[in-house]
C-alpha cells in the first residue's frame, strides 16, 4: 500500500511515519509537507528508510504537477495538517479556515483524482480533528467556539466529499483528546493532563497507542467514519500491543 502523511513534520505526522516504515503493510511512504520530512528518530533497527519518500508542497490549494505525479497511485492519506488552538489564536481567521478546513478539503478532492491502477480499492482519507470539534455551528462552544465549529465544518466537508463519491473515496474523521507521549511529556505533565482529561472529560491517549489504531483502521478498512476517543483508544491498543511485539 502507498500511504501519504500529510503533516509528517508535525507530533503525530512523526510517529505516523515511524510506525508506518516498520509496518509491511506499507511499500511506499509518502511525507507530504511544507518542508523536507527527516527520518524519524528512534526507528526500530531494520527499518527500511528507503521507503520514505518526501513531497514538499508550496500552496495547499494548487498543487504543482510534479508534486501530483509523486502523490499518483497513493491507496489512503491520513491527513494532520492544521493548527492546534494554540496556534490558531495566532493567525487571522481566514488563514486559520484555511489550514483547518480547505487544505484539507482541497486535499482529498486532489488525491482522490490523481491516476490510479485498474481495480484498485476507494481511496482511503482519514482527517484528524478532536474530540471537542463541534458540526453544529447552532451548538458553539463557549470557549474557542469558533475555532472548534471550523474543525467541526471542515469533517462535515469530508464527509460530504466521500458520501458524493462512493466507491471513490472512503473517509474517516479522527477526534482524539489529548495526545501524550513518553518522548515529549514528563511524568507530572502525564499525571496533570490525566487529571483534567477527568474533570473535563476531553480524554487522553498514547501517540504511539492512537497511530497503531489509524495505521490498522486504513490497512483493514473504516470501522466506522467517525472514531471517538474510547474507539481510538480501543483499535489502537490491541494494534499497539502487537506492534511492541514485532508484528503488525
Ligand atoms: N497534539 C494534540 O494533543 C492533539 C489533540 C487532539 C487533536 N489534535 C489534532 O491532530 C492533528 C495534528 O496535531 P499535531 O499535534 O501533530 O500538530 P503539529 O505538531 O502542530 O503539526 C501540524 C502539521 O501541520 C503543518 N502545518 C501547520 N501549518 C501549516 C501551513 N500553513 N501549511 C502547511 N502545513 C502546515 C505543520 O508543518 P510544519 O512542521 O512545517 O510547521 C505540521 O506538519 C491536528 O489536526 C490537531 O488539531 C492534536
Known sequence: MKLIIAGSTGYVGTELVRQALAHPAFTSVLA?????????????SGVDQSKLKSVVVDDFENYSDDAKKQLAGADACIWTIALTPGKYRSVP???????????????IETMSNLPRAEGSKPFRFVYFSGSGSERDPAK?????????????????????????????????????????????HGVLIHAAIGLGSMVLG??????????AGLLGQVVDGFEKDTLAPADLERLGKERWEKTKAGGN
Not at 509537507?33 to 527520518?39: A, D, H
Not at 484555511?98 to 484539507?104: E, F, L, M, N, S
Not at 465544518?153 to 466507491?167: F, T, V
Not at 476531553?202 to 497511530?211: E, N, P, S
Open 93 to 107: 481567521p481566514d488563514q486559520g479556515a484555511k489550514i483547518c478546513r480547505d487544505y484539507a478539503a482541497y486535499g
Open 32 to 44: 507530504l509537507g511544507r518542508r523536507e520530512t527527516p527520518i524519524p528518530p528512534n526507528l526500530s
Open 202 to 211: 476531553f480524554g487522553k491517549i498514547d501517540v504511539r497507542v492512537l497511530v
Open 140 to 184: 458553539k462552544p463557549l470557549i474557542m467556539g469558533e475555532y472548534f465549529v471550523l474543525r467541526g465544518d471542515a469533517e462535515n466537508r469530508i464527509l460530504g466529499y466521500a458520501q458524493k463519491n462512493p466507491g471513490k473515496v472512503e473517509a474517516c474523521i479522527a477526534k482524539p483528546g489529548m495526545i501524550l507521549s513518553p518522548e515529549k
